[in-house]
């Protein structure tokens, strides 16, 4: 079944560093590869995505990679800023409607 | 409108209290999702709609019931419950079921007592 695995649980890094948080996964179904970030006491929000065809995506400081073939996938936030610190949450989807998360990343930047 | 609107915001409700969570958006998304999330874990599927059907079930107990009047609105009807069933209880709506964007509502934060 649907099942995605997230390391590292947490992440200090220092201003302006970047943060590597990578994801595997073990259905060959999945074709949907969302990124979310949650801050504390707040509403996960999309910071990024990427689909099966594409293998990698960039949005400013934010890029996902995606290696169909290994089953991972990652998120790289780059010159990272204190206003980066929250949990970030992988996440699977596919046609068959599910969207499932993986266990979560505490990223925490220090200025 | 990208909102996804959950009301009430805290609900305290006890064992044998009868509550409902309710959910709404008008971003004529057809795929609508509850998830439960317990503190520093992830949000955990619980149930999903399609075009106003259940779809997805993920073996919820059935003192959590599910509700889809029309294609904005979603409830979740909460019966009995247990206080480990306290968690924050996210709403989402997405385009494509499983496969695009999925927005959360601020989440309805219950504590059973």
């Known amino acids: 079944g649907e099942n995605v695995e997230q390391h590292p649980s947490t992440l200090s890094v220092q201003e302006g560093d970047s943060a590597v948080i990578k994801c595997t996964y073990s259905?060959?179904?999945?074709?949907?590869f969302p990124w979310y970030k949650q801050e504390l006491g707040k509403r996960p929000q999309l910071i990024i995505d990427?689909?099966?065809?594409?293998g990698e995506k960039k949005d400013q400081r934010i890029a996902v990679t995606l290696n169909k073939t290994a089953k991972h996938f990652s998120l790289h936030i780059t010159e990272t800023q204190p206003e980066d610190s929250a949990v970030y949450f992988c996440?699977?989807?596919?046609?068959?409607?599910?969207?499932?998360f993986g266990q979560g990343t505490e990223l925490s930047v220090k200025p | 409108d990208t909102e996804v609107t959950q009301t009430p915001k805290h609900l305290v409700m006890g064992m044998t209290n009868k509550k409902s969570l309710k959910c709404e958006q008008h971003m004529g998304h057809r795929a609508m999702y509850w998830y439960k999330q317990k503190a520093k874990k992830p949000p955990e599927l619980m149930f999903v709609?399609?075009?106003?059907?259940?779809?997805i079930n993920e073996s919820v107990p059935s003192r959590f019931s599910p509700e889809c009047p029309n294609s904005s609105l979603l409830n979740l009807h909460l019966h009995a419950l247990q206080p480990e069933d306290s968690a924050l209880y996210l709403c989402a709506s997405s385009q494509d079921h499983g496969t695009g964007e999925a927005f959360f509502g601020q989440g309805t934060r219950l504590t059973v007592v």
């Open positions: 259905d060959s179904a999945s074709n949907y």
């Open positions: 996440a699977l989807g596919n046609q068959g409607g599910k969207l499932i």
């Open positions: 990427i689909r099966s065809n594409v």
């Open positions: 709609y399609s075009y106003e059907k259940l779809s």
